[in-house]
């Protein structure tokens, strides 16, 4: 019965370890999960911050367009107009030649071409300084521009337009390339002040675009208001980020650059990089751009929460022009990674409880066979003595201090209730120096002289016999010994070979004989000190 309690105990106590380890490690995982749902939760200020870097680049871009010899052009373009339009006409009709008579005042009339170039280097320097122009260069610059306007005026004014935006644009870009080492990859577009489209960089025959302002929203408030203006356009039926800016010449606006990046995979990948979970662009349940897959990106839309290893969070955006939905940003993130590792805790604390629950009933069951063992060995000779065999010898050389002292106590206890005489009684003389290791000493009864009249004797006087009495004798035998050896050690007296077992066999053979001496139920000792010897004071007690 003690062996299954002791390991029924064992067994509890190992599975309630088990199920507090178990309800740990689902603490955490909860925890974990929360943390994890928390943050994407709260992804809306990293979507926000990813397009503020979107939108940054795009102004710097577009102010570097605005501020460039494009903008120049423009203002020139807005100024000479009229005469550039009249120009082309008279190219195509030339006008019948007039003879000149008599002498004409001041200098002939400056050609359109002339005129032009004269007042763009001039704005040019105004604008960028002397620097703009290197002295060897300027006239191959001049060269350069009066054809380029007389080939584009005789065209018409449009071309003029596409000319001085479409294909200075290139020269722009670059030259921010090379001062920002920022490569320009979104779509510029350039319109003028009323609002028509005159440059698209991806689109070479787009030009003349009347109305694009409006539909685009973003360079009509830009010419409007000023200022950058930023949001979501369409262009071509697709969704782009774009900025706009004003281009401005003496506090007008001449025209508007817009910078717009497409909203499709590309973006979605750089935002999740960004965030740190992965980014859905959709509008209503329409998929625009994502960074996962296009089947798994459309059930998240559509059910949220219906994907059980993401967290998903998602929140309105951006305002779509003209669409009656709004563009809305959903963050998700996989939570089979992290959890992935807690799986991993759970699997292996499982085989790890079961392995030590296995090895500890073992190695239990083990240890309680050898304790066992010894006790098996005292009952057997029990029944060997009850059995007639009244010279049986308990063995004693047990590892266990309990099941040694118990072999030797039963021995002794056999000796004492068959009246034979003790193991110290019978020791041969050569024998006797344990016996002198327990020095006896009575003390002088009252009234009666010592040896040594003035000399401190050891005496058992103050002591309470009755409190003596009651203490249990296996406290007492080791309390005794303890002191005993403590004795000897203070005194520097040898200590080696006595041992608890034979001391206190030698014990029982002193209280026996003196329990016959001074007819008493009991005799207990003193350990005390006399003449550099320790030494023990024998106290009858009678129950």
């Known amino acids: 019965m003690f062996k299954t309690r002791v390991i029924g105990l064992f067994v509890l106590m190992a599975l309630a370890f088990v199920v507090i380890a178990l309800w740990l490690l689902g603490s955490a995982e909860k925890s974990a999960v929360k943390t994890f749902e928390r943050r994407v939760a709260l992804a809306n200020p990293a979507v926000v911050r990813a397009h503020k870097i979107r939108e940054a680049e795009q102004v710097l871009v577009a102010r570097a367009v605005a501020e460039s010899e494009l903008g120049v052009a ?299 063992r010894t006790f098996e060995t005292l009952e057997q000779g029990i029944h060997e003595v009850i059995n007639g065999n009244l010279e049986y010898q308990f063995p004693f050389d047990f590892k266990e201090g309990i099941s040694r002292g118990l072999g030797q106590s039963m021995n002794l206890m056999s000796l004492v209730l068959q009246g034979r005489p003790l193991p110290e009684e019978v020791e041969e003389e050569a024998n006797m120096a344990w016996t002198n290791e327990l020095q006896v000493f009575e003390p002088v009864p009252p009234g009666e002289k010592a040896e040594e009249p003035g000399a401190m004797e050891p005496s058992a006087e103050g002591v309470d016999a009755a409190v003596l009495g009651e203490e249990p004798a296996d406290v007492y035998y080791k309390r005794v010994y303890q002191e005993f050896v403590d004795a000897r050690t203070t005194l520097g007296l040898s200590v080696e070979g006595i041992n608890y077992p034979k001391f206190m066999e030698r014990l029982v053979h002193l209280e026996h004989g003196l329990k016959k001496k001074h007819r008493c139920a009991m005799v207990r000792f003193l350990v005390s000190s006399k003449e550099n010897e320790v030494i023990l004071i024998p106290v009858p007690i009678n129950r």
């Not at 979501?232 to 969704?239: F, P």
């Open 74 to 372: 423009l203002e020139l373009l807005d100024e000479l107009g009229p005469r550039i339009a009249a120009h082309g006409k008279q190219t195509e009709v030339p006008p019948p030649a007039k003879v000149s008579r008599g002498r004409r005042d001041g200098p002939p009339p400056q050609s359109l071409p002339d005129m032009f170039v004269d007042r763009y280097v001039a704005k040019l320097k105004a604008r960028f300084g002397d620097s703009f122009f290197h002295e060897r260069k300027i006239k191959e610059f001049k060269k350069k521009e009066k054809q380029r306007i007389s080939e584009c005026a005789a065209i018409a004014v449009t071309q003029c337009y596409w000319d001085y935006t479409y294909n200075t644009l290139p020269d722009v870009l670059w030259e921010v390339f090379q001062r920002r080492n920022f490569p320009v990859e979104s779509r510029v577009l350039i319109t003028d002040a009323r609002g028509t489209g005159l440059a698209d960089s991806k689109r070479p025959k787009w030009s003349a675009v009347k109305g694009f302002a409006q539909s685009a929203e973003l360079p009509g408030l830009a010419v409007k208001n000023g200022g950058a203006k930023r949001g979501v356009v369409l262009l071509d039926n697709r969704m782009f980020f774009a900025t706009a800016v004003s281009i401005a010449y003496r506090g007008v606006s001449v025209g508007a650059v817009m910078v717009a990046d497409p909203i499709d995979d590309k973006m979605a990948r750089e935002d999740s990089d960004i965030v740190g979970a992965d980014v859905t662009y959709a509008k209503d349940t329409e998929v625009i751009a994502s960074s996962l897959d296009k089947n798994l990106a459309s059930d998240l839309v559509k059910n949220p929460e219906g994907i059980r290893e993401r967290v998903t969070a998602h929140f309105q955006a951006f305002p779509v022009p003209g669409g009656t939905g709004d563009l809305k940003v959903f963050v998700s993130a996989d939570m089979r990674e992290m959890l992935s590792g807690f799986r991993t805790s759970w699997n292996t604390l499982a085989v790890l409880a079961v392995f030590l629950l296995l090895l500890g009933v073992g190695l239990l069951l083990v240890l309680l066979r050898g304790f066992y």
